[in-house]
């Protein structure tokens, strides 16, 4: 276990374009550990590889059913809408307005280099666009309706 080092908006990492796994070795697979360790310990629900400054197309989520480990992911359907308050672990303590699909399917490999087929509404469709969103070299912040605003702690959803 390994906590690593999240970058923050302005870091050049967080706008390229990350590469395609095309095999597990244990690097990966220490890779994926670490990834999921450090967003449990910032108490995130997503974190992609190039959170932590590495160009692979990794994401690792948990919205609170358990981690969901997504190799190579891609999109292959959305519909509806939802419009809420999404925050990210590379702009810290901020928060603001983004409108994403409601329900997404999503196609990857698992740990085992398996293809998976995931599907999901709100909190978790709005992860799995956030967070391939970051493998494409973009942010929530490019999406933000009106401004950013600091995150209040003591606010209910």
Do not use: W
Not at 87 to 116: F, I, W, Y
């Amino acid at each position: 276990m390994a906590l690593r080092t999240i970058r923050v908006e302005g870091d050049p990492v967080l706008t390229k374009i990350s590469r395609p796994v095309d095999k597990m070795t244990p690097r990966i697979q220490d890779l994926i550990t670490d990834m999921l360790d450090t967003m449990y310990e910032a108490m995130g629900v997503g974190l992609a590889a190039p959170q932590v400054g590495i160009l692979k197309r990794i994401v690792v989520i948990d919205v609170g059913d358990g981690p969901i480990i997504l190799i190579n992911p891609e999109i292959i359907e959305k519909s509806g809408e939802q419009t809420g308050d999404e925050g990210c672990l590379s702009v810290p303590g901020m928060s603001g307005q983004v409108t994403r699909p409601d329900h997404v399917k999503v196609k990857a490999l698992n740990e085992d280099m398996e293809e998976v087929v995931y599907e999901g509404e709100g909190l978790l469709a709005r992860a799995f666009c956030h967070e391939l969103d970051h493998l494409d070299g973009h942010m929530y912040t490019e999406l933000v309706e009106g401004e950013l605003h600091r995150v209040s702690y003591d606010e209910e959803d």
